[in-house]
């Protein structure tokens, strides 16, 4: 018998793993592969991700060495996203292949305890008022039985934990087909460069990318359904064929490191949570990969949910807090698979969308367009909401905020590596009145504090995920219902 068992060793359930042991919850990774794969559909870690790992003292683990680019691109259109304009401490997308990004996540989980059993995969499952019971298939002893009080699918666009469990995933089948290769090429300057590196012809689109030399990274996009399966190989001669169909350019491939295929099939699980199963990741959503969102989805959906898993876990949970996690996160999801079907639109070779790219280019170069877009895209302007009468930041991204403790100068993330709720009491009133005793069994610590600027209020109520789930005077009776609300 385990706490939670994750179905899914890829960045998000590694990271889920983390957020679920730094409150000590037992956990088991279950991963299909035996050995980490080498390659990465994903290359970029956006403003949002960035913070959350900076909450965990990680966002310098994963910068070292990478490239920060203060741009995004909407439907390789210009003028490009300004997210160097971003109110963030990390307005950059972080260039880093996504296989980076799972082996220092899994080093991370590694380092907390968290089990990791590789080449190990759920068959099947079964579940009751008390928990599941999971079938696993890859020990060395053969086929195994485990239980445990949750489940979270973590296991990818296919995922046999969604299909077990019975959540819907309704959406729309590929309509356009799409081949990768990282490869190495004869004559790299035979392929035409475009900004940022997407050529759009009246045949499709290409994307050309150096990576680590001497690979390039070639996608193909042509816009009509698959005629193949996609788990069919890709030969290096049909990646060919489609480059020359797509730029009228013949191009030679020396070597190939990695070909794969894939649509923009978009699809969205009915809910998270269906008892004690949830999702995240890819077993969640699909959609068409453009800027690596769907993995920071993933990852930033797992940062909503460790916390309160683990609160459930422990039996500290208020009533619907678990519930929370779909009612939060599903929505973001929907928003994301819009975007991203959207920049597809945009991108379609067909002659009748070039006004539409021209108008959308005029757009995209006036300010507020430029940074409502350039959020979307950075995840930073999520907002959870608040009820009604609450403080504007209550829901959204916590401020950015310089402060002075009595251990000396520090800022917000610097507060939270422990995975654990922070009430910012800027005045020494909230202290004395709640009890910082008494908050810190529940989860919140309590950081008398003064700030570098005038925050414009006296307290601060940020959950573990670094969203504000209350702001507003010592004395507001609504701080009392945040912490019951959020914090039992």
Not at 368 to 394: E, F, I, K, Q
Request: with cysteine; glycine share 12%.
């Amino acid at each position: 018998m385990v706490d939670v068992i994750v179905a899914g060793g890829g960045p998000v359930g590694m990271l889920l793993a983390s957020e679920l042991r730094l409150h000590d919850v037992d956990v088991v990774v279950l991963e299909r592969e035996p050995e980490p794969s080498p390659h990465s559909r994903a290359f970029r870690l956006q403003p949002r991700t960035m913070e959350m790992l900076d909450y965990r003292g990680l966002a310098d683990r994963f910068r070292r060495g990478r490239k920060e680019w203060p741009k995004a691109h909407f439907a390789g259109l210009e003028p490009l996203l300004e997210l160097g304009d971003l109110v963030s401490e990390h307005p950059y997308s972080l260039l880093i292949p996504q296989a980076w990004t799972e082996r220092l996540l899994a080093e991370r989980a590694a380092e907390l305890g968290a089990a990791v059993r590789r080449g190990h995969r759920v068959t099947g499952l079964a579940q009751d008022g008390d928990g599941v019971t999971v079938d696993v298939a890859g020990g060395p002893e053969g086929p195994y039985v485990l239980r445990a009080s949750y489940l979270v699918g973590c296991d990818g666009g296919r995922s046999t934990v969604r299909r077990l469990a019975g959540f819907g995933f309704p959406g729309t089948r590929a309509r356009v087909t799409a081949l990768l290769g990282d490869v190495l090429l004869d004559d790299p300057a035979r392929l035409p460069v475009g900004v940022p590196g997407t050529v759009r012809t009246p045949r499709g689109l290409l994307m050309a990318v150096a990576l680590e030399t001497p690979v390039v990274r070639v996608l193909t996009t042509e816009f009509h359904p698959p005629s193949k399966d996609a788990d069919a190989p890709v030969t290096m001669d049909e990646l060919c064929s489609a480059i020359d169909r797509v730029t009228g350019r013949q191009v030679d491939i020396r070597e190939a490191r990695w070909l794969s295929r894939f649509g923009d099939a978009t699809r969205l699980a009915d809910g998270y949570r269906r008892g004690r199963v949830l999702l995240a990741g890819d077993a969640a959503h699909i959609h068409f990969p453009i800027g690596a969102q769907g993995l920071n989805l993933g990852l930033q959906e797992a940062m909503n949910l460790g916390w309160k898993l683990a609160a459930e876990v422990r039996g500290t949970a208020p009533h619907g807090l678990l519930d929370s996690y779909h009612d939060e996160r599903h929505p973001v999801a929907r928003r994301v698979l819009r975007e991203t079907a959207a920049q597809l639109a945009l991108m379609n070779p067909d002659e009748r969308i070039d006004p539409l790219r021209e108008l959308f280019g005029e757009l995209l170069a006036l300010p507020a367009v430029n940074a409502h877009l350039a959020n979307l895209v950075a995840g930073t302007d999520v907002s959870y909401g608040g009820p009604d009468g609450a403080h504007p930041w209550v829901g959204r991204p916590a401020p950015s905020l310089e402060l002075k403790t009595d251990d000396g100068r520090t800022s917000l993330p610097a507060l939270m590596h422990a995975g654990r709720a922070v009430l910012l009491d800027l005045t020494g009133a909230v202290a004395a009145r709640e009890g910082a005793e008494s908050l810190s069994a529940r989860g919140v610590d309590v950081v008398p504090a003064v700030a570098g600027r005038d925050a414009g209020v006296e307290a601060l109520l940020i959950r573990p995920d670094g969203h504000v789930a209350w702001a507003g005077a010592a004395g507001d009776p609504g701080l009392r219902e945040a912490l019951t609300t959020w914090f039992g």
